[in-house]
């Protein structure tokens, strides 16, 4: 994988990450409730498998495709 593709798609996840954080952020600091969302124990669960689906995809993408900025001797 390239190095353009990588940092794309790790920036991705990290905002992903990033948003499903503010949201948690929100719903537990600013006692914001949304009227569809009566059920906040469940959106803040909603959010946190977010975070967890996107930090998994994290790990996979760094361990299998990181780019290696090593020199191979010959």
Same mark, same amino acid.
Request: aromatic share 8%; charged share 35%; net charge negative.
């Given at each position: 994988m390239n190095d353009k593709l990588f940092r794309t798609i790790l920036k991705r +996840? =990290?905002?992903a990450i990033a948003d499903a954080k503010f949201? #948690? +952020?929100c719903i537990n600091d600013h006692n914001m409730v949304i009227p569809e969302h009566v059920d906040i124990t469940g959106e803040v669960?909603?959010?946190l =498998?977010? #975070?967890a689906a996107n930090e998994d995809k994290l790990a996979v993408l760094r361990k299998y495709y990181e780019p290696n900025d090593e020199k191979t001797l010959l």
């Amino acid at each position: 994988m390239n190095d353009k593709l990588f940092r794309t798609i790790l920036k991705r +996840y =990290e905002a992903a990450i990033a948003d499903a954080k503010f949201k #948690i +952020y929100c719903i537990n600091d600013h006692n914001m409730v949304i009227p569809e969302h009566v059920d906040i124990t469940g959106e803040v669960d909603k959010q946190l =498998e977010v #975070i967890a689906a996107n930090e998994d995809k994290l790990a996979v993408l760094r361990k299998y495709y990181e780019p290696n900025d090593e020199k191979t001797l010959l």
